[in-house]
């Protein structure tokens, strides 16, 4: 792997973005499907391209303390939350500090790093360093509820606490429920192998909606 590599793969990226757009600049897709594949995507293809990968790929990565990983997920985000509140400090011209605060603190860990990885590793390997992205990931989606809830809620409704629980990690933990139960082993391959093609369009669709989101932000 070399620049020429990285490059051609952030290349792809943004045409396949780009095309996405050109889709609902034609009219093939509505502003409406936007945020329908959007949630297409995250509760159910994504979970099922999680389920799969951490089934097959794993073993390979099991031994590693892969349980840190959330840890440091939280302690990047909550880094990047103190940095952004001393910026605040000296930076008074920011109107929407809130908004300041949030944006700052949680930046895109999933998506665009699986397109990279896609992009640049062939398939096998690309599968073990997925599951490193899951797993940092995991609380992600619970992370943001809670922050957005803390700082923008302000009707007085009590905290939803199953808002928390996100079909990707709900299928995190159903596959190293599998994994440590030994049931994996039970799976018929013909299950994993529809899982798997399912949820490999999980990245192609995802920049796909990205480029409508930019295309209607514009």
């Known amino acids: 792997m070399n620049f020429k590599d990285i490059l051609m793969a952030m290349v792809g990226t943004g045409l396949t973005i780009a095309l996405g757009a050109f889709i609902y600049h034609i009219g093939l897709l509505s502003y409406k499907s936007t945020k329908e594949l ?8 994504y979970p099922l391209l999680i389920f799969v990968n951490i089934i097959k790929h794993f073993p390979e990565v099991g031994e590693a303390k892969w349980y840190l990983l959330p840890l440091y997920e939280y302690l990047i985000i909550g880094g990047s939350f103190i940095v952004a509140y001393i910026y605040l400090i000296f930076d008074r011209s920011i109107k929407y500090k809130k908004e300041f605060l949030f944006m700052s603190s949680f930046q895109n860990t999933s998506f665009l790093p699986l397109v990279i990885v ?3 590793f062939p398939e096998d390997i690309a599968g073990r360093y ?18 957005a809830k803390i700082l923008f809620q302000k009707d007085g409704r009590g905290f939803e606490w199953k808002k928390l629980i996100s079909p ?7 596959s190293l429920t599998f994994i440590y139960t ?7 391959p013909l299950i994993l192998n529809i899982f798997y093609h399912v949820g490999n369009i999980s990245i192609p669709l995802s920049l796909l909606v990205l480029g ?6 514009i």
Do not use: E, R
């Not at 959007?38 to 293809?45: C, D, E, L, M």
């Not at 030994?182 to 018929?188: A, D, E, F, L, N």
């Open 130 to 147: 997925f599951i490193y992205i899951f797993l940092f990931d995991m609380f992600f989606g619970a992370g943001i509820i809670s922050t």
């Open 212 to 217: 409508g989101i930019i295309y209607f932000s």
């Open 118 to 120: 896609a992009n640049l």
């Open 182 to 188: 030994g049931w994996s082993k039970s799976i018929p």
């Open 168 to 174: 990707p990690l709900i299928s995190v933990l159903l």
């Open 38 to 45: 959007g949630g297409f995507v995250v509760n159910f293809t």
